[in-house]
Structure formats: C-alpha cells, structure tokens
C-alpha cells in the first residue's frame, strides 16, 4: 500500500483481556519494526523483523507480548492479559532493510490502547 | 548502553522566533542520526544526518551533525504553528536492527 496502515486505530479493553493490534507494511519493505509510545515518552522499540530471519525481540518488556509476522509482509502484536501499564500507542514502522544508513524508517499512524 | 538525549524537553514561543532542538546520543557502531516530526501519532521524516558538518536542510527546518561531539541540532527559523509538534531524534542501535530514540522535544508555537 501507500503506507504503512495499522488497526484498530484506538482500542479499549478490560485489565486482563488479549489484545492483537495488525501491521500492513508498505508494500516491499522488508523490514518492520513495533514500537511503543507511553504518555509523555520517547518511543521505545519493541520487537524487529527481517525478512526470514529470527525476529530481534529484544524490546519485549515481557513474555505477555508477542508477535508474528506472516508471509513476510502483514504483523500481529499480540498483548496477553493486559494490565493498565500497557496503555500506549503501538506505532508500527517498515524500511526496505534494516539499518542500512541510506533507508529510511516510515511510521504507520499507530494504535492507541487504552486498558480499563 | 545506546542512548539518545534531547533538549529541551519542551519549548515554548511565539510565531517568528528561531528555536534550536538539541540531540546528543551515545551508540557504537554510529551508522546516521534521524529527525523526525510527530505532530498527532505517526511521525514523519525529516532529515538522515551521516556526516559531521554538512547542513542539511528543507525550507525552514535545516539539521547539522557533529560526530566529534555526538550531538546534531536542528533549527527552525521563522516559527509557525503549524511547526508545534514533538520532534524525535533517533539512531540505528548496534545491531542495526532498530532506531534508539530520545525523548523528544515537545514545541509549542504561539499566534
């Protein structure tokens, strides 16, 4: 697509529900990346996918997150009993490769979750 | 530990001014310094910084690095309000796999 878009756009659940937020990269980035923005925060990287290659989860603040990436193109961020802590936009983002200095990130509008 | 610091945290001026954003940051491996703009979720890119000295510049936003002194500035002249937004300063981590981002430096520009 033109962008990268995301969904839901805004979600509210109950402390202890599953949520999964959706990624459609731009069309032909290889690379896509999930990122977490808390009120007043930076953004803070979550988890990165390459192609084939074993996903970076380094960012994963617990094991209550998880995320896929299938067929090399669309992602699901998945959060397992949410807690209230969890409220944030979830910003999801894709390049054509990772890390090279000539590729340039684009950001989806990201999904804002709030937990009640 | 990667890290990138902005200053200052928030700015506040009238339409007209000139402000200078501030990003130091401490990455090995540096490969390029990313500004960029956030104004409601998404942030947009404004400029990819990867050598000292070289201004690079878009209308009246315009960036310059300093690898010697791992800081990069970005200065917008002539203010609107259509320039209020966050604006984030990012580089690669080691590994190349993910931007580090600071802070960001919240603007807000008066009428």
């Known amino acids: 697509g033109a962008g990268v878009s995301q969904s839901p756009s805004n979600k509210v659940t109950e402390k202890g529900k599953d949520v999964e937020l959706r990624c459609d990269p731009i069309?032909?980035?290889?690379?896509l990346y999930w990122y977490r923005q808390s009120l007043g925060q930076g953004l803070e990287f979550l988890i990165y996918f390459q192609g084939n290659s074993a996903p970076d989860k380094s960012g994963l603040p617990s094991d209550r997150f998880s995320a896929e990436r299938t067929g090399g193109s669309v992602s699901t961020l998945t959060i397992q009993r949410t807690q209230q802590e969890d409220s944030a936009v979830y910003l999801c983002?894709?390049?054509?490769?990772?890390?090279?200095?000539?590729?340039?990130?684009?950001f989806g509008e990201g999904s804002w979750l709030t937990v009640v | 530990e990667d890290k990138v610091v902005q200053s200052p945290l928030s700015l506040v001026v009238h339409e007209g001014d000139t402000v200078t954003l501030n990003c130091s940051y401490e990455v090995t491996n540096f490969r390029s310094l990313l500004w960029y703009k956030q104004e409601k979720k998404a942030p947009t890119f404004l400029f990819m910084l990867t050598s000292s000295g070289i201004e690079k510049k878009s209308g009246r936003l315009s960036s310059i690095l300093d690898k010697k002194e791992l800081f990069s500035i970005l200065n917008i002249t002539a203010t609107q309000t259509g320039d209020s937004a966050i604006y984030l300063c990012a580089v690669p981590n080691q590994a190349g796999t993910a931007l580090i981002f600071g802070k960001g430096t919240t603007l807000s520009v008066s009428s």
């Open positions: 069309s032909g980035h290889t690379a």
């Open positions: 983002a894709s390049s054509l490769a990772a890390g090279r200095s000539g590729n340039t990130i684009y």
